[in-house]
């Protein structure tokens, strides 16, 4: 005997209301027409075909009075589920601006905390979609309960899985803190934005007429407060770099990178790495010159490219391994350390110990960057963030020293002392406490003072001094530099140490947890 077809007919009248957001086809093309897909549409392009299983579908939201009776908000205006990429699960949010503007209410919180829970358990990665007009006022206290319950959730899988968030819509006041609470953040350039007060509330509250594209847009979040990691395009440029990401990463802290190993081991030096060195110490190295050569084609993916421009960070393969690369960028404020540098690099090594990334280090540091703003703002404890970062990292850490290695920044980045498992030099390396101009000013004060051609017995001095203390020699006598390479060598020499590496444990002390500089 058959079910009845009574049965399957409202079923399929369900799952179609639920499909559609309860919408026409009209509100779905004037969507459409402004470049956005669909909560459903994107999860669908973002997954295997076929893979997305559903959880939720026929839930509605708890309103009481408001006008709500009878009114139906399928799934509470949040889709979740799970799907595959490239065969690999992942649990997907998708908030549904279609149904009552994606609000969030009870039941919509509800389902997006189960979601995140069952992540935990079944280590699995989170791909969040923020497109919400926020909480739903309808609800009162509900909703901001609704909202605890998420960023709890988003506490606990911190470091346990992988957490990737889009804002592909608006994301106003506490929705704001559910991506800050993730790995990483991805925004649409256009038609989103993401701010806790709008200008409105700014101008009533300090006279302020702030406009949105100087706080709230992707490009400002990019470049100015560094709040996100990627620049969207549009959905599909999401998509793809959404999918760019999992491939560098591990499913959750249990497992490690997707590596791709390759059976052999290129072993030849790479003479065209010599060139990308300046002959002259002054002219500024252009780093992303050393990635190029160093990581293997294709398997380069910046993070924050538009934010703190001195530091770079981001994932690659070199020899089909998995790494984070931090590097110093000569070519921007000298690579000098700053405030914001310090809190991009912290956050990116900190991701990557949590994961089991082995870090790879570029440096070329004359040092944290000088200046009243930077001290008033408290370099001092950002710069610690960064000391912080590379003292817990039990992943494997090659460090390659290409210049300049002065003072407290030399020990920050990577250095042997701070936990370096493999430290290179180039011969154009200077460790040294400061720039020997610095040095030889303080150590000859009085040489140079009572010379005849006090500018001569300077530059005299400044040249005994780089040949004597300013170079990579006295460092690797003493043990804390590994090896001096040539430029050409780096690849394969970095390669081999990271296939060295792998099998490297660390035990550490029994602690809650530590007290990072915050």
Not at 421 to 447: H, L, N, Q, T
Request: hydrophobic share 40%; glycine share 10%.
């Amino acid at each position: 005997m058959a079910i009845k077809q009574k049965l399957l007919d409202q079923l399929n009248a369900r799952r179609e209301e639920a499909l559609s957001s309860n919408c026409g086809e009209d509100k779905i093309a004037a969507r459409h027409a402004k470049g956005l897909m669909t909560a459903r549409e994107r999860i669908y392009n973002l997954v295997d075909k076929g893979s997305f299983q559903e959880a939720g579908m026929h839930v509605n939201h708890d309103v009481r009075g408001f006008g709500f009776e009878g009114k139906n908000l399928p799934g509470d205006g949040v889709v979740t589920g799970i799907g595959l990429i490239d065969g690999r699960p992942v649990t997907v949010l998708s908030q549904d601006f279609m149904v009552s503007g994606g609000s969030l209410g009870s039941k919509h919180a509800k389902k997006m905390a189960e979601a995140m829970a069952q992540a935990r358990a079944l280590g699995t990665p989170v791909i969040s979609v923020n497109d919400s007009g926020g909480a739903r006022i309808q609800e009162g206290v509900k909703s901001l309960a609704g909202y605890g319950q998420v960023f709890r959730n988003n506490v606990l899988s911190s470091g346990v899985v992988p957490q990737i968030a889009l804002i592909a819509g608006p994301c106003a006041g506490g929705a704001a803190y559910s991506p800050a609470l993730m790995d990483f953040c991805i925004q649409l350039r256009n038609n989103s934005n993401m701010f806790i007060c709008g200008p409105e509330v700014i101008k009533a509250a300090t006279g302020e007429n702030a406009q949105p594209e100087q706080f709230a847009t992707a490009a400002a979040h990019a470049s100015v407060s560094g709040n996100i990691h990627f620049v969207a395009e549009d959905d599909k440029h999401a998509i793809e770099i959404i999918q760019k990401l999992l491939s560098f990463l591990p499913s959750n802290n249990q497992e490690k990178p997707p590596h791709r190993l390759s059976s052999e081991l290129r072993l030849e030096p790479d003479e065209g790495m010599n060139d990308v060195v300046p002959e002259d110490g002054k002219t500024p190295l252009n780093v992303y010159k050393v990635i190029e050569r160093l990581v293997d084609a294709g398997e380069w993916l910046e993070v924050q490219k538009d934010f703190a421009k001195n530091m770079v960070v981001g994932f690659a393969r070199i020899d089909g391994i998995v790494v984070g690369i931090v590097a110093n960028q000569p070519a921007v404020k000298a690579g000098c350390i700053d405030i914001d540098a310090s809190d991009k690099a912290a956050q990116f090594i900190l991701f990557c110990d949590s994961f089991n990334i082995p870090i790879v280090t570029l440096m070329d540091v004359p040092g944290f960057m000088p200046g009243l703003a930077q001290e008033r703002g408290g370099i001092i404890r950002h710069g610690a963030k960064v000391l912080y970062a590379y003292a817990t990292c039990t992943v494997p850490l090659v460090t390659v020293i290409m210049r300049k290695a002065y003072g407290g920044a030399y020990i920050a980045m990577g250095s042997k002392d701070l936990g370096g498992d493999v430290v290179f030099a180039w011969p154009s390396a200077e460790i040294a406490v400061m720039g020997a101009e610095g040095a030889a000013k303080i150590i000859y004060k009085r040489e140079i003072a009572a010379a005849q051609d006090p500018q001569a017995k300077f530059k005299e001095l400044v040249e005994d001094y780089r040949d004597k203390f300013s170079n990579p020699y006295l460092a690797a006598d003493s043990g804390f530099v590994t090896d001096v390479i040539s430029p050409a060598e780096t690849r394969y020499k970095v390669a081999l140490s990271l296939r060295s590496l792998m099998t490297k444990r660390v035990i550490t002390s029994p602690k809650k947890h530590g007290l990072s500089p915050l």
